[in-house]
Protein backbone atom coordinates (compact mmCIF):
# COMPACT_ATOMS: atom_id res chain seq x y z
CA UNK A 1 0.00 0.00 0.00
CA UNK A 2 1.53 3.62 -0.81
CA UNK A 3 2.61 5.21 2.25
CA UNK A 4 -0.35 8.38 1.57
CA UNK A 5 -2.91 5.79 1.14
CA UNK A 6 -2.26 4.19 4.22
CA UNK A 7 -1.78 7.57 6.32
CA UNK A 8 -5.18 8.40 5.09
CA UNK A 9 -6.86 5.61 6.16
CA UNK A 10 -5.37 5.37 9.01
CA UNK A 11 -7.05 8.68 9.61
CA UNK A 12 -10.12 7.91 8.19
CA UNK A 13 -10.53 4.89 11.21
CA UNK A 14 -9.65 7.20 13.52
CA UNK A 15 -11.98 8.97 13.49
CA UNK A 16 -15.17 8.78 15.29
CA UNK A 17 -17.94 7.70 13.87
CA UNK A 18 -19.90 11.23 14.08
CA UNK A 19 -17.31 12.75 12.25
CA UNK A 20 -17.33 10.29 9.32
CA UNK A 21 -19.68 10.80 6.60
CA UNK A 22 -22.85 7.98 6.42
CA UNK A 23 -22.52 5.99 4.09
CA UNK A 24 -26.01 4.95 2.76
CA UNK A 25 -26.92 1.00 1.59
CA UNK A 26 -27.33 2.17 -2.03
CA UNK A 27 -23.92 3.75 -2.05
CA UNK A 28 -22.37 0.07 -1.65
CA UNK A 29 -22.92 -1.36 -4.18
CA UNK A 30 -20.23 -4.23 -4.33
CA UNK A 31 -22.58 -5.32 -1.90
CA UNK A 32 -25.80 -5.78 -3.77
CA UNK A 33 -24.66 -5.70 -7.47
CA UNK A 34 -23.37 -9.06 -7.43
CA UNK A 35 -26.81 -10.65 -6.25
CA UNK A 36 -28.67 -8.89 -8.92
CA UNK A 37 -25.78 -9.70 -12.14
CA UNK A 38 -27.99 -11.95 -14.52
CA UNK A 39 -31.03 -11.87 -12.13
CA UNK A 40 -34.62 -10.25 -13.32
CA UNK A 41 -34.80 -7.61 -10.61
CA UNK A 42 -37.12 -5.63 -9.43
CA UNK A 43 -36.88 -1.78 -7.47
CA UNK A 44 -39.08 -0.19 -5.43
CA UNK A 45 -38.20 3.26 -5.64
CA UNK A 46 -38.60 7.17 -5.72
CA UNK A 47 -36.80 10.44 -5.97
CA UNK A 48 -35.37 9.82 -2.62
CA UNK A 49 -33.35 6.83 -4.27
CA UNK A 50 -30.43 8.12 -4.48
CA UNK A 51 -26.61 7.72 -4.59
CA UNK A 52 -24.27 10.59 -4.32
CA UNK A 53 -26.86 13.19 -6.38
CA UNK A 54 -28.10 10.28 -8.89
CA UNK A 55 -31.02 8.51 -9.01
CA UNK A 56 -30.06 4.90 -8.10
CA UNK A 57 -32.55 4.01 -11.07
CA UNK A 58 -30.08 5.85 -13.68
CA UNK A 59 -27.10 4.82 -11.91
CA UNK A 60 -27.97 0.97 -12.74
CA UNK A 61 -29.30 1.41 -16.16
CA UNK A 62 -25.79 3.03 -16.84
CA UNK A 63 -24.16 0.54 -15.42
CA UNK A 64 -26.33 -2.02 -17.39
CA UNK A 65 -28.41 -3.31 -14.78
CA UNK A 66 -31.24 -2.59 -16.13
CA UNK A 67 -34.14 -3.21 -14.12
CA UNK A 68 -37.33 -5.18 -14.99
CA UNK A 69 -39.95 -2.65 -13.69
CA UNK A 70 -40.22 -0.23 -10.44
CA UNK A 71 -42.61 -0.20 -8.10
CA UNK A 72 -43.14 3.09 -6.72
CA UNK A 73 -45.09 4.38 -3.30
CA UNK A 74 -46.98 6.99 -2.37
CA UNK A 75 -46.00 10.65 -4.16
CA UNK A 76 -44.54 8.47 -7.30
CA UNK A 77 -41.42 7.63 -8.73
CA UNK A 78 -40.16 10.91 -9.28
CA UNK A 79 -41.63 12.22 -6.05
CA UNK A 80 -43.93 15.42 -7.17
CA UNK A 81 -46.80 13.76 -6.55
CA UNK A 82 -49.06 15.18 -3.61
CA UNK A 83 -50.35 13.52 -0.45
CA UNK A 84 -53.45 11.03 -1.37
CA UNK A 85 -52.77 12.09 -4.98
CA UNK A 86 -53.71 9.07 -7.37
CA UNK A 87 -50.79 7.72 -9.33
CA UNK A 88 -51.22 5.26 -11.97
CA UNK A 89 -49.11 2.66 -14.01
CA UNK A 90 -46.57 4.36 -15.99
CA UNK A 91 -43.43 4.09 -17.97
CA UNK A 92 -40.31 6.23 -16.17
CA UNK A 93 -39.79 8.69 -19.95
CA UNK A 94 -35.72 8.87 -18.98
CA UNK A 95 -34.84 4.81 -18.54
CA UNK A 96 -37.97 3.66 -20.28
CA UNK A 97 -38.54 1.17 -17.25
CA UNK A 98 -42.20 0.57 -16.56
CA UNK A 99 -43.37 1.92 -13.02
CA UNK A 100 -46.30 -0.19 -10.80
CA UNK A 101 -47.84 2.05 -8.45
CA UNK A 102 -48.05 0.78 -5.63
CA UNK A 103 -50.49 3.31 -4.05
CA UNK A 104 -54.15 3.57 -3.78
CA UNK A 105 -56.00 0.18 -5.03
CA UNK A 106 -52.93 -1.45 -5.42
CA UNK A 107 -51.07 -0.94 -2.13
CA UNK A 108 -49.63 -4.69 -2.62
CA UNK A 109 -48.09 -6.00 -5.71
CA UNK A 110 -50.03 -8.72 -6.72
CA UNK A 111 -48.68 -12.22 -8.23
CA UNK A 112 -48.84 -10.65 -11.92
CA UNK A 113 -47.15 -8.08 -10.70
CA UNK A 114 -44.64 -10.30 -9.62
CA UNK A 115 -44.09 -12.57 -11.95
CA UNK A 116 -40.69 -13.03 -14.16
CA UNK A 117 -39.11 -11.28 -11.07
CA UNK A 118 -36.02 -13.09 -9.29
CA UNK A 119 -35.02 -10.44 -6.80
CA UNK A 120 -36.45 -7.35 -5.52
CA UNK A 121 -34.52 -4.16 -4.42
CA UNK A 122 -36.25 -1.82 -2.19
CA UNK A 123 -34.90 1.94 -1.51
CA UNK A 124 -36.80 4.53 0.25
CA UNK A 125 -35.89 7.27 2.62
CA UNK A 126 -38.34 7.06 5.61
CA UNK A 127 -38.99 9.62 8.35
CA UNK A 128 -39.11 7.25 11.50
CA UNK A 129 -42.79 7.74 11.93
CA UNK A 130 -45.35 5.09 12.34
CA UNK A 131 -48.36 6.82 9.19
CA UNK A 132 -45.55 7.22 7.42
CA UNK A 133 -46.60 5.71 4.13
CA UNK A 134 -43.37 3.86 3.02
CA UNK A 135 -42.88 1.82 5.64
CA UNK A 136 -46.90 0.24 4.30
CA UNK A 137 -45.65 -0.04 1.37
CA UNK A 138 -42.46 -2.09 3.10
CA UNK A 139 -44.92 -4.61 5.07
CA UNK A 140 -46.95 -5.11 1.61
CA UNK A 141 -43.54 -5.73 -0.82
CA UNK A 142 -42.08 -8.01 2.08
CA UNK A 143 -45.79 -9.95 1.89
CA UNK A 144 -45.86 -10.07 -1.69
CA UNK A 145 -42.11 -10.97 -2.07
CA UNK A 146 -42.50 -13.97 0.70
CA UNK A 147 -45.82 -15.21 -1.44
CA UNK A 148 -43.60 -16.12 -4.23
CA UNK A 149 -40.60 -16.92 -2.85
CA UNK A 150 -38.48 -13.89 -3.65
CA UNK A 151 -35.18 -12.55 -2.21
CA UNK A 152 -35.51 -8.84 -0.95
CA UNK A 153 -32.38 -6.65 -0.37
CA UNK A 154 -33.44 -3.43 1.66
CA UNK A 155 -30.78 -0.79 0.67
CA UNK A 156 -30.92 1.39 4.42
CA UNK A 157 -30.72 5.04 5.09
CA UNK A 158 -30.53 7.02 8.07
CA UNK A 159 -33.49 7.66 10.26
CA UNK A 160 -33.63 11.56 10.99
CA UNK A 161 -36.05 10.83 14.11
CA UNK A 162 -33.93 7.70 14.66
CA UNK A 163 -32.56 9.01 17.89
CA UNK A 164 -35.84 8.51 20.31
CA UNK A 165 -38.82 6.07 20.68
CA UNK A 166 -42.24 7.73 21.77
CA UNK A 167 -45.79 7.89 21.45
CA UNK A 168 -48.99 5.92 21.24
CA UNK A 169 -49.00 2.74 20.55
CA UNK A 170 -50.92 1.19 17.23
CA UNK A 171 -53.81 -0.64 18.05
CA UNK A 172 -54.84 -3.73 15.74
CA UNK A 173 -58.52 -2.65 15.50
CA UNK A 174 -57.23 0.53 14.24
CA UNK A 175 -54.28 -0.80 11.92
CA UNK A 176 -54.27 0.94 8.11
CA UNK A 177 -52.63 2.45 5.71
CA UNK A 178 -51.38 4.85 8.07
CA UNK A 179 -50.16 2.25 10.67
CA UNK A 180 -50.12 -1.77 9.20
CA UNK A 181 -48.48 -3.11 12.26
CA UNK A 182 -49.99 -3.37 15.96
CA UNK A 183 -47.62 -2.20 18.44
CA UNK A 184 -45.98 0.15 16.66
CA UNK A 185 -45.73 3.54 18.24
CA UNK A 186 -45.94 6.81 16.38
CA UNK A 187 -42.08 7.18 16.45
CA UNK A 188 -40.05 3.76 16.67
CA UNK A 189 -36.36 4.85 16.77
CA UNK A 190 -35.03 2.03 13.59
CA UNK A 191 -33.74 2.84 10.38
CA UNK A 192 -35.97 1.17 7.58
CA UNK A 193 -33.46 -1.81 7.35
CA UNK A 194 -33.85 -2.38 11.18
CA UNK A 195 -37.63 -1.85 10.79
CA UNK A 196 -37.71 -4.96 7.99
CA UNK A 197 -35.66 -6.96 10.02
CA UNK A 198 -38.71 -6.69 12.79
CA UNK A 199 -41.55 -7.51 10.34
CA UNK A 200 -39.39 -10.18 9.16
CA UNK A 201 -39.44 -11.72 12.17
CA UNK A 202 -43.34 -11.73 12.33
CA UNK A 203 -43.79 -13.50 9.25
CA UNK A 204 -44.63 -16.68 9.12
CA UNK A 205 -44.07 -19.06 7.52
CA UNK A 206 -41.71 -17.90 4.83
CA UNK A 207 -41.86 -19.17 1.40
CA UNK A 208 -39.11 -21.27 0.47
CA UNK A 209 -36.48 -18.75 -1.48
CA UNK A 210 -37.95 -15.98 0.34
CA UNK A 211 -35.20 -14.03 2.98
CA UNK A 212 -34.11 -10.59 3.57
CA UNK A 213 -30.77 -9.03 3.20
CA UNK A 214 -30.53 -5.52 4.90
CA UNK A 215 -27.42 -3.50 3.29
CA UNK A 216 -26.63 -1.57 5.92
CA UNK A 217 -25.00 1.98 6.55
CA UNK A 218 -21.53 2.64 7.31
CA UNK A 219 -20.64 5.49 9.53
CA UNK A 220 -23.99 5.76 11.36
CA UNK A 221 -25.49 5.59 14.95
CA UNK A 222 -28.60 6.43 16.29
CA UNK A 223 -27.67 10.02 17.62
CA UNK A 224 -26.23 10.55 13.83
CA UNK A 225 -27.48 14.20 12.55
CA UNK A 226 -28.54 13.60 9.35
CA UNK A 227 -29.55 16.16 6.93
CA UNK A 228 -31.70 14.48 3.81
CA UNK A 229 -30.17 15.41 0.50
CA UNK A 230 -33.85 15.91 -0.84
CA UNK A 231 -37.17 16.17 0.95
CA UNK A 232 -38.56 12.78 1.15
CA UNK A 233 -42.11 13.78 0.16
CA UNK A 234 -43.65 17.20 -0.99
CA UNK A 235 -44.87 18.54 2.39
CA UNK A 236 -42.01 17.62 4.14
CA UNK A 237 -39.52 20.13 2.86
CA UNK A 238 -37.05 20.96 5.93
CA UNK A 239 -35.30 19.08 8.62
CA UNK A 240 -37.85 21.09 11.09
CA UNK A 241 -40.64 20.14 8.61
CA UNK A 242 -39.36 16.55 9.30
CA UNK A 243 -38.42 16.81 13.12
CA UNK A 244 -42.00 18.25 13.89
CA UNK A 245 -43.94 15.62 11.75
CA UNK A 246 -44.50 13.00 14.26
CA UNK A 247 -46.52 15.69 16.58
CA UNK A 248 -48.02 17.66 13.98
CA UNK A 249 -49.37 14.97 11.12
CA UNK A 250 -52.20 14.09 13.76
CA UNK A 251 -53.62 17.94 12.93
CA UNK A 252 -53.99 15.52 9.54
CA UNK A 253 -57.56 13.87 11.56
CA UNK A 254 -58.84 17.23 12.10
CA UNK A 255 -60.48 20.66 11.09
CA UNK A 256 -57.01 22.65 11.55
CA UNK A 257 -54.55 23.40 8.91
CA UNK A 258 -51.09 21.96 8.97
CA UNK A 259 -49.74 24.37 6.25
CA UNK A 260 -50.37 22.30 3.03
CA UNK A 261 -50.10 24.78 -0.39
CA UNK A 262 -48.37 26.92 2.06
CA UNK A 263 -44.36 27.56 1.69
CA UNK A 264 -44.25 26.15 5.01
CA UNK A 265 -46.11 22.79 5.54
CA UNK A 266 -45.53 20.95 8.88
CA UNK A 267 -43.62 23.90 9.96
CA UNK A 268 -47.33 26.65 10.96
CA UNK A 269 -50.36 24.97 12.09
CA UNK A 270 -54.01 27.10 12.48
CA UNK A 271 -57.25 28.21 11.73
CA UNK A 272 -58.11 31.78 13.20
CA UNK A 273 -55.67 31.15 16.07
CA UNK A 274 -52.30 30.53 13.83
CA UNK A 275 -48.85 28.83 15.23
CA UNK A 276 -45.47 29.44 13.26
CA UNK A 277 -43.11 27.04 14.53
CA UNK A 278 -40.65 27.68 11.98
CA UNK A 279 -37.94 28.66 14.40
CA UNK A 280 -39.14 26.55 17.62
CA UNK A 281 -36.53 24.06 19.20
CA UNK A 282 -37.85 20.52 18.97
CA UNK A 283 -37.42 18.63 21.55
CA UNK A 284 -37.20 14.37 21.34
CA UNK A 285 -40.30 13.55 22.19
CA UNK A 286 -44.25 12.83 20.82
CA UNK A 287 -45.87 16.33 21.89
CA UNK A 288 -48.96 17.14 23.05
CA UNK A 289 -49.03 20.51 23.18
CA UNK A 290 -49.66 21.65 19.96
CA UNK A 291 -53.10 19.44 19.98
CA UNK A 292 -54.10 20.77 23.23
CA UNK A 293 -53.74 24.57 22.47
CA UNK A 294 -55.16 24.50 19.10
CA UNK A 295 -58.10 22.70 20.91
CA UNK A 296 -58.54 25.27 23.15
CA UNK A 297 -58.10 28.25 20.39
CA UNK A 298 -60.95 25.91 18.10
CA UNK A 299 -64.72 25.07 18.40
CA UNK A 300 -64.67 21.49 20.51
CA UNK A 301 -67.58 20.26 18.40
CA UNK A 302 -66.03 20.41 14.89
CA UNK A 303 -62.24 19.82 15.92
CA UNK A 304 -62.02 16.38 15.03
CA UNK A 305 -63.11 15.39 11.35
CA UNK A 306 -66.13 12.69 11.55
CA UNK A 307 -64.20 9.84 9.65
CA UNK A 308 -61.85 8.27 12.63
CA UNK A 309 -58.61 9.38 10.58
CA UNK A 310 -57.51 10.68 13.89
CA UNK A 311 -58.40 7.52 15.60
CA UNK A 312 -55.80 5.53 12.78
CA UNK A 313 -53.12 8.43 13.10
CA UNK A 314 -53.55 8.25 17.03
CA UNK A 315 -54.01 4.09 16.88
CA UNK A 316 -56.54 4.32 19.08
CA UNK A 317 -59.67 5.91 20.27
CA UNK A 318 -58.04 7.45 23.61
CA UNK A 319 -56.65 10.17 22.68
CA UNK A 320 -59.42 12.02 21.06
CA UNK A 321 -61.50 11.46 24.36
CA UNK A 322 -58.34 12.56 26.49
CA UNK A 323 -58.19 15.54 24.90
CA UNK A 324 -61.42 16.65 25.04
CA UNK A 325 -61.98 15.76 28.42
CA UNK A 326 -58.87 17.60 29.40
CA UNK A 327 -56.92 14.57 30.89
CA UNK A 328 -53.35 16.20 31.99
CA UNK A 329 -50.24 15.05 29.80
CA UNK A 330 -48.90 12.74 32.22
CA UNK A 331 -51.88 10.89 32.53
CA UNK A 332 -52.08 10.45 28.82
CA UNK A 333 -48.81 9.55 28.30
CA UNK A 334 -48.99 7.08 31.61
CA UNK A 335 -52.41 5.57 29.16
CA UNK A 336 -49.48 4.34 26.51
CA UNK A 337 -46.40 3.35 28.25
CA UNK A 338 -46.43 0.10 29.24
CA UNK A 339 -47.09 -0.30 25.67
CA UNK A 340 -44.24 1.65 24.32
CA UNK A 341 -41.83 -0.23 26.83
CA UNK A 342 -42.95 -3.19 25.27
CA UNK A 343 -42.36 -2.17 22.05
CA UNK A 344 -38.65 -0.58 23.19
CA UNK A 345 -37.87 -4.46 24.70
CA UNK A 346 -38.61 -5.81 21.13
CA UNK A 347 -36.85 -3.07 19.74
CA UNK A 348 -33.50 -4.03 20.73
CA UNK A 349 -33.38 -7.18 19.12
CA UNK A 350 -33.35 -5.52 16.20
CA UNK A 351 -30.53 -2.86 15.84
CA UNK A 352 -28.45 -2.90 13.64
CA UNK A 353 -26.26 0.33 14.58
CA UNK A 354 -25.27 1.37 17.94
CA UNK A 355 -27.11 3.91 20.43
CA UNK A 356 -26.22 6.36 22.95
Not at 144 to 159: H, K, S, T, W, Y
Not at 182 to 194: F, L, Q, S
Not at 219 to 231: K, Q, R
Request: aromatic share 10%; hydrophobic share 40%; net charge neutral.
Amino acid sequence: MKPLIAVLLLLAFALPLSAQRIVVGAERMDEYLPLIKGQRFAIVANHTSLVEGRHLVDTLVALKYRPAKIFCPEHGFRGTAAAGERIGNSTDEKTKVPIVSLYGSNKKPTPDQMANIDIMLFDLQDVGCRFYTYISTLHYVMEACALRGIPLVVLDRPNPNGHYVDGPVMERAYCSFVGVRAGTPVVYGMTIGEYATLINSEMSPPTKGYKLKVITLLNYTHDSIYHLPVPPSPALRTQQAIALYPSLCLFEGTSISVGRGTEHPFEVIGNEYKMDLRNVEVAPRFELKYLRQMLANSNRETFFLKNNFFEKLAGNARLRQQLLDDVGDDEIRASWQPELDNFKLVRQHFLLYPEH
